[in-house]
């Protein structure tokens, strides 16, 4: 059957999202995006896939696809100002060809995003006082933060909206008397010792190679659903068991106020972001992923994910914590594909400062050509990890010290480091029985600065050993 189709998607959804470094802001503008196609749910637009800031509706013809494009992109103008839609619209859309006729759509969908970019902002003419968030000019009074962009204003207007959204999904999976933060540094973090928060950014593998690969309407409409359904019993799950440990947190976090200590952003399609504690950033993200890899999706194919978590100062500025987590993740990917590894694997990146590179100069400038650390990790690796770490904490602190000094210093220095520790009846964890114990670096790699680094970045009763 021939039918008329609308693809579209929204450009620079992260940058978007993650422009301000205010919570309330992201939040309200990933409530923004996740409702952004509600006026496409009506009886004459029969939606064949939704998520992830782009849609693919059927119409009953050309005239009204148009007409409600239309006036869906002018309200979109008017409402949320900086959003970018790429449309594609085709007449001759095979359904009984469904897979060709959906290239055919995304080919010219890529081509009208290369040919034309819509001004969907105001912009400064140099004379405009600036908004703190967006860096645009100012049009809009706040009562709370005086003049700011529209697309600020938007954003804020939404996150009330977002709040509740996520109270009514996830609030009964959390200990109670706790409730959501919109505040970053509310998260449990220490001002005075561990003023850190992780930027968490987990991705399905492959997915997108199996969307295209659905052959029919239904069947993409099944594993879009599916996928949807395992992140969410994921994400919940995850909650769950942070919960079921909230008395040992509440011994080690600040948590006085009842916050708890992770907020999810953004949780569509197979992707999701949220922010956390940066003691519970690696953790939480073992706990997702191993849930994920659970689940049963419509393709009867296993499913897996990659993590990035991104380690930095609470003040630090959020989107390019966001970029950091993006890349990290997209590390993990390349990794898992370089290697065919099998199974869900993490990367993570620890800042005690700024981040003004890429992490792949970071770790050939600061970690010797990344032979300093076995990062990425699967997160069958994860419990040898926390158990070496424990292990690691039983050495004096001098001797931990010591041994970051001496693995810069190479081989030599760690044998004789070594030697030391074993005269004093000492000796480092064997992380998975290659003899890192007694060699200190196996095959040009070692773990035992990943585990350093990690030591703080735990919760205590992980490494004490409680499961």
Known sequence: MIKTAVLIDIASIQKYIFSSNKLKENLGASYIIENIFSDFEKENIKIAYKGGGNVLAFFENNKL?????????????????????????????????????????????????????????????????ECPATGNSCEVYDIDKGY???VSAAKINKAKCAEEDTKKKYQQYLPMGYDFTNDLGQLGQNK?????????????????????????????????????DAVKQSFTHMLEEISKNIKDLEKEFALSKKCFPLRPIIIGGDDITYVCDSRLGVYSAKLFMEEFEKQ???????????????????????????????ELCQNAKTVKKKEDIDGSLFDFHISFGGISDTIANIRTNEYQNGNLTLRPYTIKDFDNLVHSITKLKELPNSKIKKLREVLYQGREAVRLFIKDLNYHDKMLPDYDEQ???????????????????????MPEFLTRGKK
């Open 65 to 129: 696809a148009k007409d409600i494009l239309k006036e869906w992109t002018k309200e979109l103008i008017i409402k949320y100002p900086g959003i970018t839609p790429i449309i594609a619209i085709t007449d001759n859309f095979d359904t009984d060809n469904f897979k060709q006729s959906r290239n055919e759509l995304f080919i010219q969908l890529q081509r009208n995003r290369n040919q034309f970019i819509p001004q969907t902002e105001l912009l400064s003419f140099g004379i405009n006082a």
């Open 148 to 150: 700011i962009s529209s």
């Open 192 to 228: 005075k010792v561990n003023n850190h928060i992780a930027v968490v950014h987990i991705d399905g593998n492959s997915m997108g190679d199996r969307f295209k690969a659905c052959i029919s309407q239904n069947e993409l409409e099944q594993l879009s659903k599916s996928v949807k």
């Open 296 to 326: 049963k999706v419509s393709d009867n194919k296993k499913i897996t994910a990659c993590a990035g978590i991104a380690i930095v100062k609470t003040k630090y500025p959020f989107y390019r914590a966001y970029q950091i987590a993006e």
């Open 435 to 457: 003899g890192y114990d007694k060699k200190g670096i196996v095959g040009d790699k070692t773990p035992y600065l990943d585990m350093i680094e990690l030591i703080d970045f």
